[in-house]
């Protein structure tokens, strides 16, 4: 049971990036997957959820109309596409596993994290 994270790196502010995590060991179309990322000297803080089936998404304000995560479950694979970064939005991004049809905004609400792909926004 692992995720791992790809698609990081360094860009440009106003620049864009696709993060993208595959999933492997569970039914991955039950569950609602998260990204998660996290600053230097910050704590980990919530990005965005997709549920189960795709049709409901949630994202924190600072990501809003510039983040859109997707899943696509044939391929057990959640995407985070970022577009008009900026430099704080420099920080690891982790995927992770949510519940079991059920949604979270907190960390604690995710049991299965990826390793993290560093994302540098140069201004």
């Known amino acids: 049971v692992q995720l791992a994270e790809s698609g990081g790196g360094l860009v440009q502010a106003g620049g864009s990036l696709r993060l993208s995590c595959a999933a492997s060991?569970?039914?991955?179309?039950?569950?609602?997957m998260g990204w998660f990322r996290q600053a230097p000297g910050k704590e980990r803080e919530f990005v965005a959820f997709?549920?189960?089936?795709?049709?409901?998404?949630h994202y924190a304000d600072a990501v809003k109309g510039r983040f859109t995560i997707s899943r696509d479950n044939a391929k057990n694979t959640v995407y985070l596409q970022m577009n008009s970064l900026k430099p704080e939005d420099t920080a690891v991004y982790y995927c992770?596993?949510?519940?079991?049809?059920?949604?979270?905004?907190?960390?604690?609400?995710?049991?299965?994290w990826g390793q993290g792909t560093q994302v540098t926004v140069s201004s």
């Open positions: 997709i549920t189960w089936g795709g049709s409901t998404t």
């Open positions: 992770a596993r949510g519940g079991k049809f059920s949604v979270s905004v907190v960390s604690t609400g995710y049991d299965l």
């Open positions: 060991g569970y039914t991955f179309a039950m569950y609602t």
